[in-house]
């Protein structure tokens, strides 16, 4: 049996409760995404600074944050499932803080890597713990929405990671970048450990508040049973690999394939992750409002079609010779990376007992950061360096290369599609009509 804590009381589903809990907890998202822009970049400093080759500075962006993120990311999910989830985001929150500001202290490869691991292990406590917490703050109609909210967290950190740590390493270095995003950290986990309450799990579910202890097998078990949560993440993982996967290359493909300098390459993707990344958020929040998310279908159906339609634009980004014509389809295609991450927690959440909802995100995690961290930023290259001595060049080869990722918008609106088929029953029977 699981025991709450003695900070658990009878009014914290209180609108003023609930609202900061979801304020609180997408900051932390927000320097969650943060830390992953700021190494990317920062990158050619800290290539320079330390010395690396191309292939070391690689390794260090993306797989070495990933090794840890994906292997500890389940385990703590499973601890998040039976333990004080506040407590487990405070800590988590506090770790990958202190790890970014030891990366601006590294003095070598090695430092620099083992900082990295600490970051992925501290990542892998944030989101899964912080998704299952607002799910027990909100009512299932409710939760689409509330996540969607909590998906702000990616614009705002994809700005702080890129706009402010590249103005910050431009007018000082870019160790202290590390510093001015990782010490603040530090201090939020305390705000989060002493004012977040911790809720008692399940208690709008249908079952009631949940105590039973779900072992990964058998929570795996049951998310095989509930066939519209494997469409999600299946979907949710896709959807990272196409849309996330495209962006990781989209500066090296501007400057290759038109002229672009880093800065003028930065300076046009900015906005569109500050300014029209937020408003797709917001616009989500608003679309996918509790008399929607009433019929879930509405929501998949919703997802499925918008990223569906995204797919053309993306092809044509990286098919069209034309600058004006790629910068203005990335205009429309970078919201879309944004427009599935909260509708898509907050359904999981819908479809899933409270008992195992920290372990459901936890694969979907799991899953999109293999797609993110690894398969996208190893596979584009590995392709493109293969189409280089057939095209001529570096840069056809690599446009060829996102055009060959472009489609899989395809595949990931088709789970949003079928989920769509069982995902009302399979709502009721956890959540509730």
């Known amino acids: ?15 003023s409760d609930r609202w900061y809990t979801l304020a609180v907890l997408t900051l932390v998202y927000a320097l969650n995404i943060a830390d992953r822009f700021s190494v990317s970049t920062l990158l050619e400093p800290i290539r320079l600074d330390l010395r690396l080759s191309d292939s070391s500075v690689a390794w260090i962006t993306g797989t070495a944050l990933a090794l840890f993120y994906v292997t500890v990311g389940i385990p703590v999910a499973i601890l998040a499932d039976r333990a004080n989830r506040r407590n487990i985001v405070a800590a988590s929150l506090a770790l990958w803080s202190a790890m970014t500001a030891f990366c601006g202290l590294a003095q070598n490869l090695f430092q620099f890597v083992l900082a990295r691991f600490g970051v992925g292990i501290g990542e892998a406590g944030g989101t899964p713990p912080s998704t299952s917490i607002i799910s027990d703050k909100f009512a299932a ?29 431009e007018r000082y270095h870019w160790r202290t970048a590390f ?27 249908v079952a009631g508040p949940a105590t039973a202890r779900l072992s990964l097998s058998k929570a795996l078990r ?33 400057m290759r394939s038109h002229g672009m300098s ?26 996918v409002s509790p008399r929607m998310a009433a019929d879930p279908r509405r929501v998949v159906w919703l997802l499925g079609g918008v990223i569906a339609l995204m797919t053309i634009p993306s092809i044509l980004i990286y098919s069209t010779t034309s600058k004006p014509l790629a910068i203005a389809m990335l205009w ?28 459901t995100v936890a694969v979907l995690l799991f899953a999109a950061n293999i797609a993110n961290l690894i398969i996208a930023p190893q596979g584009i290259g590995f392709l493109s360096d293969h189409l280089a001595p057939l095209l001529g060049s570096n840069a056809d080869s690599l446009r060829w290369a996102l055009v060959a990722l472009a489609p899989t918008g395809f595949w990931a609106a088709y789970h949003y599609l079928t989920s769509a088929r069982t995902i009302r029953q399979d709502q009721a029977a956890v959540s509730g009509p």
């Open 1 to 15: 049996m699981i025991t709450h804590t003695a900070d658990v009381r009878t009014d914290d589903a209180s609108p």
């Open 141 to 169: 109609r409710d939760r689409p929405m509330a996540m969607t909210l909590f998906a702000l967290g990616a614009p705002i950190g994809a700005w702080l990671g890129s706009e402010l740590a590249g103005a910050i390493a």
């Open 179 to 205: 510093l001015v995003l990782g010490v603040p950290g530090i201090a939020i986990g305390v705000l989060v450990y002493l004012t977040v309450r911790e809720p008692p799990r399940g208690r709008y579910d």
């Open 222 to 254: 049951m998310m095989v049973s509930q066939r519209s949560a494997l469409h999600l993440i299946a979907g949710g993982a896709v959807a990272t690999l196409w849309g996330w996967g495209l962006l990781w290359w989209t500066p090296a493909f501007l």
């Open 262 to 287: 880093v800065g003028e390459a930065s300076a046009a993707l900015g906005p569109m992750h500050l300014v029209a990344g937020t408003l797709a958020t917001i616009a989500t929040g608003l679309l």
């Open 332 to 359: 429309i295609v970078v919201p879309a990376i944004y427009f599935f991450i909260g509708p898509t927690l907050g359904l999981l959440a819908n479809v899933v007992p409270a008992s195992m909802r920290a372990q």
